[in-house]
Antibody
């Protein structure tokens, strides 16, 4: 059974930093692209960042580009999101998600979408 | 970027009802739409892929229809356990975009 467990969410001041992690199990981690998706209170879901299976291809939403860094450790089956220069509008529940189809880049069109999600970790940016 | 407009945002149903949730795309996205169910504090569950295909292990009371720009998730004979937040996702273009979601309450 695929499991994705996020951690690292917290209350942080504007301008601060936070590192989220997503621990994965139940599948061959190194074979799948992964993404971060967030949901702000009362809003819809927003794609944040994606990383390919090897970790050498990363992609970001314009809203976080230059501030967030997605990375992965395939030896530890863990995905990370380093969040810098945080803003109030980054307040959200952050989920990691696994691609349905192995071997794809996050930018592959018609990629089947995600088949598994984590339950999320809450980030609150407030003074 | 494809915009998905999902409706209604909230609905209240009685056990046994048939429920329809709509997801409309701003451009033609073939059948590249998935549906998910999420309950508070839990991970989202993949229920419909490619607009119409029931994910293995999901109750056949769930079904999906549509192609192009109009998509529908149908829940037949709704049960109390179906109370959840439902959302659509398109993977036709990059990046994925999502409907605003529908909260389904069971009376």
């Amino acid at each position: 059974e695929v499991q994705l467990l996020e951690s690292g969410g917290n209350l942080v001041q504007p301008g601060g930093s936070l590192r989220l992690s997503c621990a994965a199990s139940g599948f061959i981690f190194r074979n799948y692209a992964l993404t971060w998706v967030r949901q702000a209170p009362g809003k819809g879901l927003e794609w944040v960042a994606g990383i390919n299976a090897g970790g050498d291809g990363t992609h970001y939403a314009d809203s976080v580009k230059g501030r967030f860094i997605v990375s992965r450790d395939n030896s530890k089956n863990t995905l990370h999101l380093q969040m810098n220069r945080l803003r109030a509008e980054d307040t959200a529940l952050y989920h990691c998600a696994k691609f349905l189809v192995p071997g794809l880049s996050p930018t592959t069109l018609k990629n089947g979408g995600p088949d598994s999600w984590g339950q999320g970790t809450l980030v609150i940016v407030s003074s | 970027e494809t915009t998905l407009t999902q409706s209604p945002a909230f609905m209240s149903a009685t056990p046994g009802d048939k429920v329809n949730i709509s997801c409309k795309a701003s451009q033609d996205i073939d059948d590249d739409v998935n549906w998910y169910q999420r309950k508070p504090g839990e991970a989202a569950i993949f229920i419909i892929q490619e607009a119409t295909t029931l994910v293995p292990g999901i109750s056949p009371r769930f079904s999906g229809s549509g192609y192009g720009t109009d998509f529908t998730l149908t829940i037949n004979n709704i049960e109390s356990d179906d109370a959840a937040y439902y959302f659509c996702l398109q993977h036709d273009d990059f990046p994925w975009t999502f409907g605003q979601g529908t909260k389904v309450e069971i009376k």
